[in-house]
Nanobody, 128 residues
Framework: QLQVAESGGGLVQPGGSLTLSCEAS????????MYWFRHAPGVEREGVAC????????RYSDSVKGRFTVSRDNAKNTVYLQLTDLKPEDTGVYSC?????????????????????WGQGTQVIVSP
């Protein structure tokens, strides 16, 4: 059974950087688009980034575009999210999720309905 687990969260000052990792086990991420979601306090969970299989399309939400970078290492069955120029509003629980399509086709249209597996999440706190 495919499972994913995130790591790399923590406390960081505004303007700082973090790199989150999402490692899969139990099965390959081959042919799966991979999503990163953010769940901030009092805010609905939102998709912030997606990378397709073989980099078939990379998408970002407007709130993180230009500051976050998603990548994947298929040999390591791992996906990364590099967070830079962090702001207090980036605070939240970041979860990776395995999409059930090869590309990020549903990034703007209810992506949560197209997920095969979710990670537990890793907390990111941006505070002075």
């Amino acid at each position: 059974q495919l499972q994913v687990a995130e790591s790399g969260g923590g406390l960081v000052q505004p303007g700082g950087s973090l790199t989150l990792s999402c490692e899969a086990s139990g099965a390959s991420l081959q042919l799966h688009a991979m999503y990163w979601f953010r769940h901030a306090p009092g805010v609905e969970r939102e998709g912030v980034a997606c990378i397709g299989w073989k980099d078939i399309g990379i998408r970002y939400s407007d709130s993180v575009k230009g500051r976050f970078t998603v990548s994947r290492d298929n040999a390591k069955n791992t996906v990364y999210l590099q967070l830079t120029d962090l702001k207090p509003e980036d605070t939240g629980v970041y979860s990776c999720a395995v999409g059930n399509t090869v590309g990020c086709y549903y990034f703007d249209s209810n992506p949560e309905a197209h997920i095969d597996a979710w990670g537990q999440g890793t907390q990111v706190i941006v505070s002075p």
